[in-house]
């Protein structure tokens, strides 16, 4: 297995990212110290909004294994569960829904030759997911995320990805996204996370 830090491949990915820096910092998404109380998955209710849409970085792998645990032999770091469900802008549950999720390592490496922490699975009758990992680690630029695409039968491929409350890198990272903020649950024996996917499609 070969990890790769960011270095190298986060120049392009930086250089082509600057227009979105821009945006996001003429929207105030980029300011979570002043953004108050969020609420970071709202209930749904009808027409709600769809999940925001977020590059997929330079470290996306097709072909990812399917399964709902990341954690292997010599994977080191915090664990996580991270649980949710995938609905429609109408409220309603997206069985059999596709989510594919990769991210760092506790080092802040991708593993670009093999599938380590990157894995796929598909939500329940009820639209429900649930996935065994670890709380990703830092990299220059960027704070704590994972990645992920989500995509109901036949539908259109949402990109995203999810962060962490309370880091102190989200104040700086320019992708950084207030609405795309998990719900953190450190009250329990092992960390837990929720979110809530909303797709919109016919």
Not at 8 to 30: E, H, K, N
Not at 91 to 108: I, K, Q
Not at 112 to 121: A, C, N, P, S, V
Not at 148 to 170: H, M, S, W
């Amino acid at each position: 297995m070969r990890t790769r830090s960011v270095s190298q491949g986060r120049r392009d990915f930086l250089r082509s990212a600057v227009p979105s820096t821009l945006l996001l910092l003429a929207l105030g998404d980029a300011d979570e110290a002043r953004a108050g109380a969020v609420s970071p998955t709202p209930a749904c209710t009808d027409d709600h909004e769809s999940t925001p849409r977020q590059t997929a970085g330079p470290f996306f792998l097709p072909h990812s294994p399917q399964r709902a645990s990341l954690l292997e032999p010599g994977i080191k770091g915090t664990k996580i569960v991270l649980m949710g469900q995938v609905r429609s802008t109408r409220c309603r549950a997206v069985s059999g829904a596709l989510l594919d999720f990769w991210h760092a390592n506790d080092a802040g490496d991708y593993d670009i030759e093999g599938f380590q922490l990157r894995g796929h699975q598909f939500t329940d009758s009820e639209g429900r997911y649930r996935l065994e990992t670890i709380v990703p680690g830092l990299y220059p630029g960027r704070t704590r995320h994972f990645h992920v695409t989500v995509q109901a039968a036949k539908g259109p491929i949402l990109t995203t990805q999810l962060y962490f409350p309370g880091e102190r890198r989200n104040v700086d990272d320019f992708l950084f996204d207030r609405r795309l903020l998990m719900k953190i649950d450190d009250d329990s024996e092992r960390k837990a996370a929720g979110f809530d996917f909303v797709l919109a499609f016919a």
